[in-house]
């Protein structure tokens, strides 16, 4: 079985840094695609940072692009979000979610992502 759980959430003034981390289970980490998604008070799930199986690549949303970092330790089997210069508007609930089919393009859209953590609630006040 599958398991994704986060940490790291917490609240935060605009302009801090957090860093979330995401420990994975139940099966070959270093396989598979991994991402972050958010959702926003209000709002649908949105797409973050997404990361290929071996590292190499990485995707960011625009609203994220410079201030956030995905990163990936395959031998620990965990997922990182290092996010700078935080705004409020980066107040959500952020989800850790992996792909369902090894060795998948980070590009791939939602549908791909077939695990998923509970979540972590980030606050950004001003």
């Known amino acids: 079985q599958v398991t994704l759980v986060e940490s790291g959430g917490g609240w935060a003034l605009a302009g801090d840094s957090l860093r979330l981390s995401c420990a994975a289970s139940?099966?070959?980490?270093?396989?598979?695609?991994m991402g972050w998604f958010r959702q926003r008070p209000g709002k649908d799930r949105e797409f973050v940072a997404a990361?290929?199986?071996?590292?190499?690549?990485?995707y960011y949303s625009d609203s994220v692009q410079g201030r956030f970092t995905i990163s990936r330790d395959n031998a620990e089997s965990t997922l990182k979000l290092t996010m700078r210069n935080l705004k409020p508007e980066d107040t959500a609930v952020y989800y850790c979610a992996g792909h369902l089919r090894p060795y998948n393009n980070p590009r791939s859209p939602i549908s791909e992502y077939g695990y998923w953590g509970p979540g972590t609630q980030v606050t950004v006040s001003s």
């Open positions: 139940g099966r070959t980490f270093s396989r598979f695609g």
């Open positions: 990361i290929a199986w071996n590292g190499r690549s990485a």
